[in-house]
C-alpha cells in the first residue's frame, strides 16, 4: 500500500509531538528513578511506545507503528534525550514490536486488543534490547521478569489503552475525517445502517 501525502505529513507531525513528550518523560524519569529505583520507574514505561498505535490506529497501514516509532525516538534523541544513542536504537525495537502485533492479524484488526497487544510486544522487544546491550547477565532471573512484567502492563495500558483514548477523541473533533480510520467508520455505520434496515 502506498502512503498519500497526506499520511505521511500526519505522521511526522505526531511522530515529532510524541518525540518531544518522550524527551520531557525521559527528563521526568531521572528524579522518579532516584526515588523508587529503575525497577519501580518502569511503570512509566508504556508512554515511550504511545507513536506506534496512534499513527497505526489513525493510518492503518503496514509498517505505520514501526515508522511512527523510529521517528518519535529519533526526534527525543536529536533533542537532547540523556539516552543518547540508545534511545533511538531501542526505538528501532520498539518500532518492530509494536508493528508486529498490526501484522499478526494481516493489518485488519485496529481495536483495543490490538492497541493493547502493540503496547505489550514493544515492552519485550525493548527487553530484547536491553538484554542484547547490557548483556544477558545484567538482569537476574527474578529482576527479569518483574521488570519485563511491569513494562508490559505500562505498555497495555499508557501504550495502547491510551493511544486509543487520544486518538478517540481527536476523531470526535473532526481533524481525522480524511483518514482511514474515519473512513472505515463511516463503512461500519453504513453497514449497520442497512442491517438495522432490514
Not at 516509532?69 to 529519533?74: F, G, L, M, Q, T
Not at 532471573?141 to 519485563?148: H, M, S, V
Request: with cysteine; aromatic share 12%.
Amino acid at each position: 500500500m502506498t502512503w498519500k501525502m497526506k499520511e505521511v505529513v500526519l505522521a511526522v507531525i505526531l511522530s515529532v509531538i510524541c518525540g518531544v513528550i518522550y524527551l520531557g518523560w525521559s527528563t521526568l524519569w531521572l528524579p522518579i528513578s532516584s526515588l523508587v529505583g529503575p525497577v519501580g520507574a518502569g511503570f512509566m514505561f508504556g508512554i515511550w511506545v504511545i507513536a506506534s498505535p496512534i499513527v497505526a490506529y489513525i493510518i492503518r497501514k503496514p509498517g505505520a507503528a514501526f515508522v511512527a516509532e523510529v521517528a518519535a525516538a529519533a526526534v527525543e534523541l536529536l533533542t537532547g534525550s540523556h539516552f543518547g544513542l540508545s534511545a533511538l536504537l531501542v526505538g528501532v525495537f520498539q518500532g518492530m514490536g509494536s508493528e508486529i502485533a498490526f501484522a499478526i492479524f494481516r493489518y485488519k484488526r485496529y481495536n483495543l486488543l490490538t492497541l493493547m497487544l502493540s503496547g505489550a510486544l514493544a515492552a519485550v522487544f525493548a527487553m530484547i534490547y536491553n538484554l542484547l546491550a547490557n548483556g544477558f547477565g545484567y538482569y537476574s532471573t527474578g529482576l527479569l521478569l518483574t521488570t519485563l512484567g511491569i513494562h508490559v502492563v505500562s505498555g497495555i495500558i499508557l501504550g495502547g489503552w491510551l493511544a486509543k483514548v487520544v486518538v478517540d477523541a481527536l476523531a470526535k473533533t473532526g481533524v481525522l475525517e480524511q483518514y482511514a480510520i474515519m473512513k472505515e467508520r463511516r463503512k461500519k455505520g453504513d453497514i449497520n445502517g442497512h442491517v438495522s434496515g432490514l
